[in-house]
Protein backbone atom coordinates (compact mmCIF):
# COMPACT_ATOMS: atom_id res chain seq x y z
CA UNK A 1 0.00 0.00 0.00
CA UNK A 2 1.24 3.51 -1.33
CA UNK A 3 1.00 6.46 1.47
CA UNK A 4 1.09 10.10 -0.43
CA UNK A 5 3.63 12.44 0.79
CA UNK A 6 2.06 15.76 1.20
CA UNK A 7 4.12 18.72 2.09
CA UNK A 8 2.59 20.29 5.66
CA UNK A 9 1.87 24.12 5.25
CA UNK A 10 3.40 26.12 8.10
CA UNK A 11 0.23 28.27 9.76
CA UNK A 12 1.72 31.88 8.55
CA UNK A 13 3.09 30.15 5.13
CA UNK A 14 0.93 31.22 2.02
CA UNK A 15 -0.50 29.25 -0.08
CA UNK A 16 0.26 30.34 -3.54
CA UNK A 17 2.44 33.15 -4.29
CA UNK A 18 1.18 36.83 -3.61
CA UNK A 19 -0.22 39.21 -6.54
CA UNK A 20 1.90 41.65 -7.89
CA UNK A 21 -0.64 44.91 -7.18
CA UNK A 22 -0.83 43.23 -3.87
CA UNK A 23 3.14 43.48 -3.07
CA UNK A 24 2.79 46.90 -4.91
CA UNK A 25 0.49 47.85 -2.34
CA UNK A 26 2.58 46.35 0.65
CA UNK A 27 5.41 48.48 -0.77
CA UNK A 28 3.07 51.52 -0.60
CA UNK A 29 2.40 50.65 3.01
CA UNK A 30 5.59 50.22 4.08
CA UNK A 31 7.12 53.65 2.70
CA UNK A 32 4.25 55.47 4.44
CA UNK A 33 5.29 54.00 7.55
CA UNK A 34 8.89 54.74 7.10
CA UNK A 35 7.96 58.11 6.06
CA UNK A 36 6.31 58.06 9.05
CA UNK A 37 2.57 59.76 10.45
CA UNK A 38 2.05 63.19 9.93
CA UNK A 39 2.65 65.75 12.47
CA UNK A 40 -0.65 67.68 13.08
CA UNK A 41 -0.78 70.93 15.75
CA UNK A 42 -2.88 70.16 18.49
CA UNK A 43 -5.80 72.67 17.34
CA UNK A 44 -5.91 70.73 14.28
CA UNK A 45 -6.52 67.19 15.16
CA UNK A 46 -9.69 66.06 13.60
CA UNK A 47 -12.28 65.05 15.64
CA UNK A 48 -12.83 61.26 16.11
CA UNK A 49 -15.35 59.21 14.04
CA UNK A 50 -15.44 56.01 12.45
CA UNK A 51 -14.61 57.31 9.09
CA UNK A 52 -10.92 57.85 10.42
CA UNK A 53 -10.53 54.39 12.06
CA UNK A 54 -6.88 52.99 11.58
CA UNK A 55 -5.12 56.82 11.01
CA UNK A 56 -1.95 57.08 13.12
CA UNK A 57 -0.51 60.52 12.92
CA UNK A 58 1.69 62.66 15.72
CA UNK A 59 0.20 65.25 17.75
CA UNK A 60 2.51 68.25 18.25
CA UNK A 61 1.48 70.23 21.05
CA UNK A 62 3.31 73.24 22.88
CA UNK A 63 7.12 73.01 22.93
CA UNK A 64 8.45 69.88 21.89
CA UNK A 65 5.50 68.11 23.07
CA UNK A 66 4.89 64.88 20.41
CA UNK A 67 2.24 62.22 21.22
CA UNK A 68 1.13 59.21 19.44
CA UNK A 69 -2.36 59.61 18.03
CA UNK A 70 -4.10 56.56 16.99
CA UNK A 71 -8.12 56.53 15.69
CA UNK A 72 -10.13 53.76 16.07
CA UNK A 73 -13.73 52.26 16.61
CA UNK A 74 -14.94 55.92 16.38
CA UNK A 75 -12.51 57.50 19.33
CA UNK A 76 -9.10 59.11 19.08
CA UNK A 77 -6.68 57.57 21.90
CA UNK A 78 -3.34 59.54 22.58
CA UNK A 79 -0.44 58.01 23.48
CA UNK A 80 1.55 60.63 25.32
CA UNK A 81 5.41 61.14 26.33
CA UNK A 82 8.25 59.76 24.29
CA UNK A 83 8.46 56.29 25.31
CA UNK A 84 6.27 54.97 22.98
Do not use: C, W
Not at 26 to 55: E, Q, R
Not at 62 to 75: D, E, H, M, Q
Request: aromatic letters at 6%; charged letters at 15%; a positive charge.
Amino acid sequence: MAVAITKERKVNESPNAAHLSLLREYGHAINKFIDGPPVVLTANLPAASAALDGLMLVEQGAGSTRNLIVYTTGLRIRFTGASF
